[in-house]
């Protein structure tokens, strides 16, 4: 760089000395350019590095706390901590794997991997998400008239949405305008599964002692079961297969909402014509990784409205060799060992808290469950690493995951569900109790929220990549 200025005023006799002055001062200023320019990009790498690094410290400290948990909660099963994102779980050495994978050939493994920062992330989001159908989601999303809602309806064939009332008549019985449940709703809620080793128990009192109780497909519930499922019955997830015997299960229970998984369908329309339930559809990524089935949606749904989640019949404790239903003979369920490690995952996580005949002596003591606070700081930790991993440092506040933005126009947000049919069975429908609620009849925790949130509901864009969110504000009147 230096040389080529001194070899021009020798190569040159004759020129004067103010252009030769001028190579020098341009080369001079031109290295000391590039001198800058290499300082500020170490500097700002130091700083990023700095950054990450107490990110690392705080995400690596809650590790140990994961750890610590698992080795007081997880009956036998250890963590091993890799990094600051990743842990393996372990079964006790000697357990029986009797679980046969026909696809890979060999029996399941007794070590599991799971990405906690990617989990604290995932699970912390459906703390604010809406996880029902709305209309104002398919009005927000890119294709979801045309595209999205054609997937929620079985049968349509090659059809999809492109005629869009046809959509909308599948649809109308189950699409509320907007979210009639809110972040932060409950304070305790109880999801019970349906596993046989709730007869080994008495734990119907304390399920009714939740502020809402979360059940699953055709769990009977009755006196016959009272003491050990209770009675108290306020939402139901069910599979389509499950409308054959829903007018059976719900025996009269018409205040029980159900929210239906996967697929709405003509037998389901037809039945939920003849009873008053409000019905919704489920709206919610699938999971890549984890305990596949019913046990999450009910643990998605829950984490969406309420505060504490407690489960029950999961059948999640290392040890267990059954597969049972506590109203049916046995059947054989999906992958059980990685279920129970996922689960212990997420009760250190403090998404859930489990219960079942393995723990049914124990104190309730949650105190070495990783705190409110520190989950907090391993979800900003996390967060702030990703985003500086991805490119986006900072900045982007509650809304940076909001990737698609929807608003509700301000003259109304258009009739309460199940209005347009009015058979007589749904006159009585009790839709107005979720869609139509005073802002102050609200929990205070729940309007907090909506206050700092601005009003906005956020869905997943199912299918699609964990971040990527549909938002939609609302305005901050005083009906929610
Ligand atoms: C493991 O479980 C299978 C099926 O339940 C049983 O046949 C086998 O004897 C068990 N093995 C051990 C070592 O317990
Ligand atoms: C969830 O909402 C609360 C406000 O209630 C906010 O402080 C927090 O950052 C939000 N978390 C996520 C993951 O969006
Ligand atoms: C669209 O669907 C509606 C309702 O089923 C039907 O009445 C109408 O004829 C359809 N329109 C077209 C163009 O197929
Ligand atoms: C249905 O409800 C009635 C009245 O509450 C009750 O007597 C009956 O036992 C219930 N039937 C079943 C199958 O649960
Ligand atoms: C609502 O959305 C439309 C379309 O994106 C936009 O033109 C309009 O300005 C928005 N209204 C408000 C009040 O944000
Ligand atoms: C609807 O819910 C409200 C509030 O819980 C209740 O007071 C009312 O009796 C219910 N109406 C019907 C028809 O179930």
């Known amino acids: 760089m230096m040389t080529r200025p001194l070899k021009a005023s020798s190569s040159s006799p004759n020129t004067i000395k103010r252009p030769v002055l001028l190579h020098l001062v341009c080369a001079a200023a031109l290295f000391s350019l590039i001198v800058f320019v290499i300082q500020s990009s ?59 994978n026909e696809q890979f050939k060999i029996f399941e493994p007794l070590e599991y991997n799971y990405d906690v920062c990617e989990a604290i992330l ?25 595209d999205y809602a054609a997937k929620r309806i079985a049968q349509l064939g090659a059809d999809k949405c492109y005629n869009r009332s046809l959509c909308e008549e599948h649809l109308s019985l189950i699409l509320p305008p907007k979210q009639p449940f809110h972040p932060r709703q409950f304070r305790t809620c109880a999801v019970v599964g349906n596993s046989g080793d709730l007869l080994k128990t008495e734990f119907g009192e304390e399920i009714d002692s939740h502020d ?7 769990a009977p519930v009755n006196e016959k079961y009272a003491k050990f499922v209770g009675l108290k019955r306020d939402f139901r997830l069910v599979v389509r297969g499950a409308a054959r015997n829903m007018v059976t299960i719900l025996n009269g229970s018409i205040d029980e909402v159900l929210i239906i998984k996967s697929v709405t369908h003509k037998d389901f329309n037809a039945m939920i014509k003849s009873i008053p339930n409000p019905v919704y559809l489920f709206q919610g990524i699938v999971l890549r990784r984890g305990a596949k089935g019913t046990g999450m949606k009910s643990i998605e749904l829950a984490l969406s409205m309420c505060d504490i989640v407690d489960i029950y019949g999961f059948t999640v404790d290392p040890g267990y060799t059954e597969w049972t239903r506590y109203f049916s003979t046995p059947r054989k369920g999906h992958n059980p060992l990685q279920g129970r490690a996922y689960y212990q995952l997420l009760e250190c996580l403090g998404v859930i808290r489990i219960h079942s005949p393995m723990r049914a002596k124990r104190k309730q003591d949650w105190s070495d469950v990783p705190s409110r606070e520190m989950i907090s700081r391993a979800h900003a930790a996390a967060l702030r690493l990703k985003r500086s991993q991805t490119g986006q440092l900072g900045g982007l506040g509650q809304f940076g995951s909001c990737k698609v933005w929807g608003n509700v126009s301000t003259s109304g947000n258009g009739p309460i569900s199940g209005s347009p049919d009015m058979s007589n069975t749904r006159k009585y429908s009790n839709y107005s109790k979720w869609e139509i609620m005073p802002f102050e009849s609200l929990r205070r925790e729940a309007q907090e929220h909506y206050i700092q949130m601005e009003g906005v509901s956020m869905y997943k864009m199912d299918g699609n990549k964990l971040d990527d969110l549909v938002c939609v504000r609302h305005s901050l009147k005083p009906e929610v």
């Open 42 to 100: 170490l500097f700002t790498g130091n700083r990023k590095l700095d950054l990450n690094r107490e990110e690392v410290r705080i995400l690596s400290d809650f590790q140990s706390s994961l750890q610590q948990c698992v080795a007081n909660r997880g009956l036998g099963l250890t963590a091993h901590i890799i990094d600051h994102c990743k842990l393996i779980l372990k079964f006790p050495e000697g357990t029986n794997s009797t679980w046969y």
């Open 122 to 146: 995932l699970w912390e989001q459906y703390r604010n998400m809406t996880t029902v159908l709305t209309r104002e989601y398919l009005d927000a999303r890119p294709d979801g008239w045309l």
């Open 212 to 218: 809402a109780v979360i059940r699953d497909n055709e």
